[in-house]
């Protein structure tokens, strides 16, 4: 029997809450007769993968060490212009990758992931420009952000975000949301990591359901996870 083509893989992306892991499958759709995997058997399939990467991510060896950390920075300078002499300066890029490895000494290469991940939301959808403009330092902004995990709270937070700029430029949700799922797909075809891409399109897709559902919708002034929260904190 023939395997469905490319046009009929429909990606399935999930999130272990709670676990940090991501896992992606694929149901197909049905086309002359052949057998095919439904959306409840690949959603299965893909919290199987999620169950097997939590496990997996327990082991002592998936563990960020001192050992890990110097072959990191040690592979990040030499992918770059940067010197080892930056690595031990916050304000360079490869500065602040040491001091976020080093902040996260202990934790998992899933959880490190996934902090990756928030900032690289972070950049997307302006939050580190503009704490730039705060004067934060690098090191307050990896400390604050270190304490939360890519969950509900903070997908609802970036897309109040996305509300207020769609509100001073109408149109740029929808456009963001296009660019976000071509994005997935890309990414998808080349085997590339998938988590940044779909947080992308969840996001969007919150923001543009509670603009449709609630057009008032507005920031809490008591959100954590707001700027003046950051720029308060020590």
């Not at 759709?29 to 052949?34: A, D, S, T």
């Not at 992918?79 to 916050?90: G, V």
């Amino acid at each position: 029997m023939q395997g469905p083509s490319d046009q009929c893989l429909a990606p399935l992306l999930m999130t272990s809450e709670g676990t940090h892991c991501f896992s992606s499958c694929f149901c197909f759709q049905i086309q002359e007769g052949n057998c095919c995997l439904s959306r409840a058997e690949a959603r299965r399939d893909a919290a199987k993968v999620a169950l097997i990467n939590s496990l997996f991510n327990e082991l002592p060896s998936r563990r960020i060490t001192k050992e890990f950390i110097m072959e990191s920075v040690q592979e990040a300078v030499a992918s770059t212009s940067a010197t080892l002499d930056d690595a031990d300066d916050p304000s360079t890029s490869i500065g602040a990758y040491h001091y976020m490895l080093e902040s996260n000494m202990g934790k998992t290469m899933l959880e490190f992931q996934e902090l990756m991940t928030i900032f690289q939301l972070l950049h997307w959808n302006g939050s580190l420009k503009a704490l730039r403009e705060t004067k934060c330092s690098r090191q307050e902004v990896i400390s604050y952000y270190s304490q939360y995990s890519l969950d509900e709270k903070m997908r609802s937070h970036m897309a109040l975000d996305w509300i207020m700029k769609e509100r001073e430029t109408p149109g740029i949700l929808s456009q963001e949301l296009r660019m976000a799922l071509r994005q997935l797909e890309e990414a998808r075809k080349a085997g590339q990591e998938l988590r940044f891409y779909k947080e992308k399109k969840e996001i969007l897709s919150l923001a543009l359901t509670q603009i449709y559902s609630d057009p008032d919708t507005s920031s809490p002034s008591d959100d954590q996870l707001s700027l003046t929260a950051l720029c308060g904190y020590h």
